[in-house]
């Protein structure tokens, strides 16, 4: 058998090349790069040629990768109460977002993955979920009997429900397809995605709802992590880029494809705040119904989070 | 001395009279402890990671719908119709297996799909319309390999995605080359079964037509549903099956529910052989995968890399190397951020690259070890590997001048973005 | 050996049962959904899963079925390698390495069961628990290995070699 050099940590993701995701780890192989005797030594399989998340995470937990990238729906199958960060209109602004999640959200998670073998390094933004179709939908009831694509996600199911479309379970690589033959008349995505994955050309009409805010998060494998020197922890800890950074890249890079949607083919619409609440109002039981359909521990963290909320509208 | 080792292993197992299945697993077991410092319960880990995905859902049911299309008389009236449909052409039948696969594959996404849903009806009736085997064989292994280069295409899309490449340019700019490659096959079909009998239109035409209008109906409602956005590709299959049912069941009276039951059986016994051998051979591209072997064949021929030239000749040497080990897909997600700023730093169009690099692993398909045409092609259509790979030279070749068309005709790609 | 050949018989019976249902069930699974989603709008958003799971039950159990019809992929070229006169043995020694490298995969998958138990992994699309599906491998092997074993035992209880390669 052979051993992998002892400052080695194999590297776990689903990004692609140009994304700020996939950027974030070459900033921290660069980082880690600058150190004396560098202190780990990265290797990557972050284009997801190790499998679906969920493979992926296994490999994480038996210590097969030591470190890896993942999005709030991979994650939530060994942490199910995730989902609930992705309860609609659950954050109104992004100073929201960026104060519960910075004082509330982040000593509860990191305990429940390390009961899981895993330690929180840091969360990584994924932006704003919208609403995408071939013909224009403003509000919930232009969505009645479209139908909308759900990903796996329970939060992406209720929501196409919660406003009366006819729903589509499909994986990623069925998206393009089924828009073209008209098995689906549009889904749900982050923007940046909706452009990389080349939607507009099928599925031009992007509402900006924003009903979700989707995060990633940085997991390493508890026992490596805690085998290593203190030495090497925080050079790991130090090189993986901060949220803030991370935050600034991906809303960079949004604004700067909503600034010029016309140049991809995209039709923008920005609801107003009436039809915003009538977004609001179609989904408002979904808190509910995710809490329930999660089970766990989701109602105590429903509460923190509103507690959350209530510090932010409160803070000086 | 470990390569070495491995070859003894094989060998002996070999002459202890082996399963495939069993020499693949003892070949992953050695390479897993000796050439990794993964440990050895991954490969079980792999091997469900292998199972447990629905890219391989629709496999066990079109390998069921063809079944049952064969113990009733569905296949039957569909080949007769088929064949004095063709009857002037020399080779007809054969020709049409290859037109069969290029409308399948303009609904489907996926190469083995394409293969099984046309081979499991129309292999039976080429076998008995007289056609030599490896002929047959060859010619339904190439052409179902054009479930990828005609759109919609996964591999196509994973790399619009990867590259950041418009997917409707890459689609339209599959069409051409899928265009050349299935006239490549065809003419060569044509060449081989210059000889074979021919004869004239006549009223048998008009009876087998009107004896196959149902049967018929089965592709049409396997195409005309996906195509009006009804169902995937994947879904098709089940679609397909209860149709079959339905038709041999209630209509043509033919079968009975104990039938029904021994295909499935039959069925049932060719996913047992077949699964097995699929799941240890991506297994076997994990660990590949694992152990990065594509990235370090990419970073040890890019410093040979300077002209465009070199770069057409060693990137498809590289890509038909590692088509021919390890999955599409995989390949695609390694190679395509690796290969493509070298090919945009020497001018080379994205897109051109994209189908180039398409079509070459499509080629991937048909070459031994990991041919994944060539193992399904073994047990669906119950030859030996060695016959299947036999089969498949002469369309590797056929391919191989197709890939040199494109590679060199970037218009061949381009021409109507 | 009349035990054997009656529990060979008797297990024979159980892994067909277990297939064709799982095989009916994954057809009927997809045909619901689709008719369901084609009829009233809203498919089932288990359907997939449950039929990829249904799916690993007829691979792995199918092993079993294969190995009792011998329909497992052999290549044949080398069998004339060996001298005539130890086909008697070779009866006895194909199925006897067959069933040790059963009995390995076996040990290592159930030791990835236990693991993912201990784990509590969860399937992220239906949220159930991962390993009464995973089992399947352990027990796909495990009966393999017993089967194989009885056949390097009983020689005259092998299928008829029907495979090819
Ligand atoms: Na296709
Ligand atoms: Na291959």
């Known amino acids: ?68 990238g993942f999005s709030l729906q991979g994650a939530s199958s060994i942490v199910p109460e995730l989902g609930l960060l992705l309860a609609p209109y659950l954050f109104d602004t992004l100073e929201e977002v960026d104060f519960v999640m910075d004082t509330t959200i982040s000593p509860a998670f990191s305990d429940m993955f390390a009961s899981q073998g895993l330690i929180l390094l840091g969360w990584a933004e994924v932006g704003w979920t919208n609403v995408y179709s071939r013909d224009p939908i403003i509000t919930p009831a232009d969505a009645n009997h479209k139908k909308l694509r759900s990903s796996n996600a329970k939060s992406s199911q209720l929501l196409v429900q919660a406003i009366g479309a006819d ?150 | 001395m470990l390569v070495f080792g491995l070859l003894v292993l094989v060998l002996a197992l070999l ?114 319309a007289g056609y030599p085997k490896r002929l047959s064989i060859g010619v339904l292994c190439a052409a179902g390999t054009l ?136 297994c076997l591209n994990m660990f590949l995968t694992y152990q990065q072997l594509p990235d370090q064949l990419v970073l040890w021929l890019s410093q040979y890399i300077d002209t465009r030239p070199t770069f057409l000749l060693l990137s498809n040497v590289l890509l038909l190397l590692t088509g021919s080990i ?46 994944l045409n060539l193992i399904i092609a073994m047990s669906a259509f119950n030859e030996s590997f060695l016959e299947v790979c036999k089969a498949a030279v002469p369309f590797i070749l056929l391919m191989m001048l197709g890939l040199l068309i494109v590679a060199l005709v970037p218009q061949l790609s381009l021409f109507l973005i | 050996m ?19 249902s799982a095989l009916a069930v994954l057809a009927l699974v997809l045909f619901v959904d689709v008719m369901l989603r084609t009829f009233l709008g809203n498919g089932l958003a288990w359907a997939h899963q449950t039929g990829v799971y249904a799916n690993i039950v007829v691979s792995m159990i199918g092993i079993g079925l294969a190995s009792a019809h011998g329909s497992h992929l052999r290549p044949r070229f080398a069998d004339h390698w060996l001298p005539a006169g130890w086909e008697p043995l070779m009866l006895r020694l194909q199925p006897l390495v067959t069933a040790l490298l059963f009995l390995f995969f076996f040990v290592l998958s159930l030791q990835l069961v236990l693991e993912t138990y201990a784990l509590a992994e969860l399937s992220t699309v239906l949220q159930t628990p991962v390993w009464p599906v995973q089992s399947l491998l352990p027990l796909a092997f495990g009966l393999a290995c017993i089967r194989y074993f009885l056949f390097a035992l009983f020689p005259e209880l092998q299928p008829a070699n029907s495979e090819v390669g």
Not at chain 1, 26 to 44: G, N, S
Not at chain 1, 47 to 61: K, V
Not at chain 2, 250 to 277: A, N
Request: proline share 6%; hydrophobic share 50%; glycine share 8%.
């Open chain 1, 1 to 68: 058998q052979q051993q992998a050099p002892a400052n080695e940590a194999k590297i776990v993701a689903i990004t692609v090349p140009g994304t700020p995701w996939y950027d974030s780890w070459m900033v921290m192989d660069q980082r880690l790069k600058a150190y004396a005797e560098q202190p780990i030594k990265p290797v990557f399989y972050i284009s997801g040629q190790l499998g679906s998340e969920e493979s992926a995470l296994s490999q994480l937990r038996r210590g097969r990768v030591q470190l890896g």
């Open chain 3, 2 to 20: 009349l035990t054997a050949q009656s529990f060979l018989a008797g297990l024979g019976r159980l892994e067909r049962l277990f297939c064709l």
């Open chain 1, 167 to 316: 729903m589509v379970p499909l994986p990623f690589p069925d998206i393009m397809p089924s828009l073209q033959t008209g098995l689906i008349d549009g889904g749900e995505s982050g923007s940046i995605f909706y452009a990389l994955a080349g939607i507009p050309k099928e599925a031009p009409h992007l509402t900006l709802t924003r009903h979700a805010f989707d995060t990633g998060m940085f997991l390493a494998n508890k026992a490596w992590f805690d085998a290593l020197t203190p030495y090497q922890q925080d050079a790991l800890r130090n090189s993986l880029p901060t949220l803030q950074e991370l935050r600034s890249a991906v809303r960079a890079s949004e604004a700067a494809l909503l600034a010029d949607p016309a140049s991809r083919g995209v039709t923008l619409h920005q609801p107003t705040a009436a039809e915003r609440q009538l977004w609001k109002q179609a989904t408002a039981k979904n808190h509910q119904r995710l809490i329930d359909g999660i089970g766990g521990d989701a109602e105590k963290i429903y509460q923190l989070l509103q507690e959350g909320k209530k510090k932010f509208s409160t803070r000086d």
């Open chain 2, 326 to 371: 390890i999955d599409i897909g995989s390949a695609i997600l390694i190679l395509a951020p690796l290969l493509k700023p070298i090919a945009n730093s020497l001018d080379f169009n994205t897109i051109h690259f994209g189908i180039m690099m398409i079509v070459n692993l499509e080629i991937g398909y048909l070459t031994p070890p990991m041919g």
């Open chain 2, 147 to 282: 479930g990828i280069i005609i759109p919609p295409s996964i591999p196509l899309i994973l790399y619009g995605v990867m590259t950041k490449a418009s997917i409707v340019d890459l689609f339209l700019a599959g069409f051409g080359p899928a265009f050349v490659l299935t006239l490549l096959i065809s003419i060569y079909v044509l060449l081989v079964c210059r000889h074979m009998p021919t004869g004239k239109y006549s009223i048998e035409l008009w009876y087998t037509f009107k004896r196959s209008i149902l049967a018929l109906s089965a592709p049409a409602l396997v195409l005309g549903g996906i195509y009006s956005g009804f169902f995937t590709a994947t879904e098709a299959a089940v679609v397909a099956v209860f149709y079959t049912l339905i038709i041999q069941l209630l209509v043509y009276k033919e079968m009975k529910w104990p039938d029904v039951v021994q295909t499935t059986e039959k069925t049932c016994y060719l996913i047992g052989s077949l699964f097995p051998v699929l799941m240890l051979a991506v």
């Open chain 2, 15 to 128: 002459l202890l009279r082996q399963p495939v299945m069993v020499i693949l697993a003892a070949v992953l077991a050695y390479s897993y402890y000796f050439f990794s410092d993964s440990e050895l319960r991954f490969i079980i880990l792999d091997a469900w990671g292998a199972l447990n995905k629905e890219v391989l859902l629709s496999i066990p049911l079109y390998l069921l719908a063809g079944n049952l299309m064969s113990a009733g008389s569905m296949a039957k009236r569909i080949t007769d119709f088929l064949r004095e449909l063709t009857i002037i052409v020399p080779g007809g039948l054969a020709l049409s297996a290859v037109l069969a696969c290029a409308v399948f594959a303009a609904m489907s996404g996926s190469s083995t799909v394409t293969l099984l849903a046309v081979g499991s009806v129309l292999y039976p009736a080429l076998i008995a």
